[in-house]
Each structure stands twice: as structure tokens, then as C-alpha cells.
T-cell receptor, first 118, second 112 residues
Framework: DTEVTQTPKHLVMGMTNKKSLKCEQH?????MYWYKQKAKKPPELMFV???????INESVPSRFSPECPNSSLLNLHLHALQPEDSALYLC?????????????????FGNGTRLTVT | AQSVTQLDSQVPVFEEAPVELRCNYS??????LFWYVQYPNQGLQLLLK??????LVKGINGFEAEFNKSQTSFHLRKPSVHISDTAEYFC??????????FGTGTRLQVFP
């Protein structure tokens, strides 16, 4: 069982749809991440939120819009996606307490949302 | 900047045999090193991490890894594998930033 919960597990959407992916953690972690993983490839970083503020955007197209409503929740809003956006979308969190070495905190991943864009 | 190289894309091995999955990293600063495992249709699970101290790190499921600074390596080992160890294994490196950088992965296939 994972301590990072992602919903839905599977999502099929058309190119004109608007949908959202949700991620929740209750470990008190203050950094949350979105990764995209294509088949047989490593995860690629999309966004990082630190203390509910966007700290990294890896030049992701604007059809992906992240949101961090509070320290436990992370959303990814999807609009006008393309078929090549079909992938496994992974959410992760890490402790990253202020004053501690940032890189030492391992990331905890959810099981992902399998997205298919038709 | 940091980078990670996993030299083997696939490693086939028979059950109960030992296995080593290779990982080399490159960085101009001190780094933290991690191994993650991904089972089919699941997310990534942390196997072990090297932060500092002893260079031999023990993780879950009987895996261990050795940090070698002079060879910039962090190879993963298990003395006796099981069928259930069949999965994708990712080595990852992180400096003192938010970014966790993954290697390309090694597919471990355990045969009976």
C-alpha cells in the first residue's frame, strides 16, 4: 500500500475534454511533485510544489495546469490534450523541512493515473 | 548538473542466483543516491538510499547497494533473487535541489 493516493487509477479523455488528476498525502510532507512516465521510460519531472508554492515548472505545455490547494493535496488540470500526452502520471511527495538538507529526503510515489487521450 | 547512467537495459537471471544492477552517476557537487523499483502497473517504491556515512547500504527485500565515490558508482545487489523480484529498477540522483534525476532503468527478469 502506498501513502500517496492518486485518483482516478485510469482515465480516458477526448482532445476537447477537461479533466483533473488528484493526489493526496497525509505524511506531513511539504513538497509535492508531478511526473510523467511513458512506456519503458523513466519518469520525467513536470512540476514541483514546495510549501504550496510552485517552485519548478519543467517547461510543461500550458494544457497541463497544476494546483496545490493545501499541503496535503495536489491537482493536475488537463485541457485540450493531445494523443501523445497519453502516459502514466505519477504524483510524489517528500519531507523537505526548511532548514534540513533538501536533497536528502526520498520521494514517496503514488501508483499513478494511467491516462489515455483519444 | 547531475546525471545517471544505468548500463544494462535488461538483466535476465535464474531464480536463487545473485544479481548486480549497475549504476554510475556524474555530478560536480555532493549527491544523494537512491534505488527505486517499479512493478507492472504500479508507482515507484523506494528500495534504499545513500545519504552519507557507511558506503554499504541495506534496503528492503534483501537488496543492498555500495557507494563508491572514486568510481562514481552505486551498484545494486541481491545474493539470491526470487521470481517476485521481476520488475523495473531505477537508479536516481539528487543534489541539494528539488530535482530527482532518474537513470533509464534496468529490467530485471527472473526465470524459474
Amino acid at each position: 500500500d502506498t501513502e500517496v493516493t492518486q485518483t482516478p487509477k485510469h482515465l480516458v479523455m477526448g482532445m476537447t475534454n477537461k479533466k483533473s488528476l488528484k493526489c493526496e498525502q497525509h505524511m506531513g510532507h511539504r513538497a509535492m511533485y508531478w511526473y510523467k512516465q511513458k512506456a519503458k521510460k523513466p519518469p520525467e519531472l513536470m512540476f514541483v510544489y514546495s510549501y504550496e508554492k510552485l517552485s519548478i515548472n519543467e517547461s510543461v505545455p500550458s494544457r497541463f495546469s497544476p494546483e496545490c490547494p493545501n499541503s496535503s493535496l495536489l491537482n493536475l488540470h488537463l485541457h485540450a490534450l493531445q494523443p501523445e500526452d497519453s502516459a502514466l502520471y505519477l504524483c510524489a511527495s517528500s519531507q523537505d523541512k526548511k532548514g534540513l538538507t533538501l536533497g536528502a529526503s526520498p520521494l514517496h510515489f503514488g501508483n499513478g493515473t494511467r491516462l489515455t487521450v483519444t | 548538473a547531475q546525471s545517471v547512467t544505468q548500463l544494462d537495459s535488461q538483466v535476465p537471471v535464474f531464480e536463487e542466483a545473485p544479481v548486480e544492477l549497475r549504476c554510475n552517476y556524474s555530478s560536480s557537487v555532493s549527491v544523494y543516491l537512491f534505488w527505486y523499483v517499479q512493478y507492472p502497473n504500479q508507482g515507484l517504491q523506494l528500495l534504499l538510499k545513500y545519504l552519507s556515512g557507511s558506503t554499504l547500504v541495506k534496503g528492503i527485500n534483501g537488496f543492498e547497494a555500495e557507494f563508491n565515490k572514486s568510481q562514481t558508482s552505486f551498484h545494486l545487489r541481491k545474493p539470491s533473487v526470487h521470481i517476485s523480484d521481476t520488475a523495473e529498477y531505477f537508479c536516481a540522483v539528487r543534489g541539494n535541489t528539488d530535482k530527482l534525476i532518474f537513470g533509464t532503468g534496468t529490467r530485471l527478469q527472473v526465470f524459474p
